[in-house]
């Protein structure tokens, strides 16, 4: 059975840290590009990161380019986003998604994360 349990998520005032995990299991970790997307109330759900199968390239959105880094550590099946700086519109229920180009991808369900003083 495929899982990926996000976790990490938090009420953190502006300017603060985060690291959200997401560990994945059911399936081939190292083969799978990993990435994150958020959804924020009212929004379509918004590519954040992605890093691929030996975590050799990476690639942002400009909104979070300088302020967020994803990881990951195969041996632990596990994606991260390490997010800082935040702010009030970095707000949203964030998800990891496992992709690859010849197989179907994988959703988890959320961690939800809010900036706010």
């Known amino acids: 059975q495929v899982q990926l349990v996000e976790s990490g998520g938090d009420l953190v005032q502006p300017g603060g840290s985060l690291r959200l995990s997401c560990v994945a299991s059911?399936?081939?970790?190292?083969?799978?590009?990993m990435s994150w997307y958020r959804q924020a109330p009212g929004k379509e759900r918004e590519f954040i990161a992605s890093i691929t199968t030996a975590g050799s390239s990476t690639n942002y959105a400009d909104s979070v380019k300088g302020r967020f880094t994803i990881s990951r550590e195969n041996a632990k099946n596990t994606v991260y986003l390490q997010m800082s700086s935040l702010k009030p519109e970095d707000t949203a229920v964030y998800y990891c998604k496992a992709y690859s180009y010849s197989r179907p991808s994988y959703w988890g369900l959320g961690t939800q994360v809010t900036v706010s003083s």
């Open positions: 059911g399936f081939t970790f190292s083969s799978y590009g």
